[in-house]
Nanobody, 123 residues
Framework: QVQLVESGGGLVQAGGSLRLSCAASGRSFSSYTMGWLRQAAGKGREFVAGISWSGGSTYYADSVKGRFTISRDNAKDTVYLQMNSLKPEDTAVYYC????????????????WGQGTQVTVSS
């Protein structure tokens, strides 16, 4: 069984920054690609960023490239999302998830999910 717990969300003004954390427990965290996905009110879940098991490869949605940075610390079983230059359209519930198979860009490719953390960006 794998458990993922996100933290670090909150309310921030446009242009501000937040750092999300996702603490994992269970088996083989360091063996899997991990991702951050988000869901805005009334919309489906969408891919934000992903990181390979070693941290050597990262992947980003076009909408966050240059503003968000994903990283991981396998010694701490934790993955992070540093979000800078936040925009009101970044407002969403952010989820940490473990990639299982298929394209990193599809939510259906992830098998374990955290409960989510709310990020609200005010204008």
């Amino acid at each position: 069984q794998v458990q993922l717990v996100e933290s670090g969300g909150g309310l921030v003004q446009a242009g501000g920054s937040l750092r999300l954390s996702c603490a994992a427990s269970g088996r083989s965290f360091s063996s899997y690609t991990m991702g951050w996905l988000r869901q805005a009110a009334g919309k489906g879940r969408e891919f934000v960023a992903g990181i390979s098991w070693s941290g050597g490869s990262t992947y980003y949605a076009d909408s966050v490239k240059g503003r968000f940075t994903i990283s991981r610390d396998n010694a701490k079983d934790t993955v992070y999302l540093q979000m800078n230059s936040l925009k009101p359209e970044d407002t969403a519930v952010y989820y940490c998830a473990r990639h299982y198979s298929g394209s990193y860009y599809y939510p259906a490719s992830y098998d374990y999910w955290g409960q989510g953390t709310q990020v609200t960006v005010s204008s």
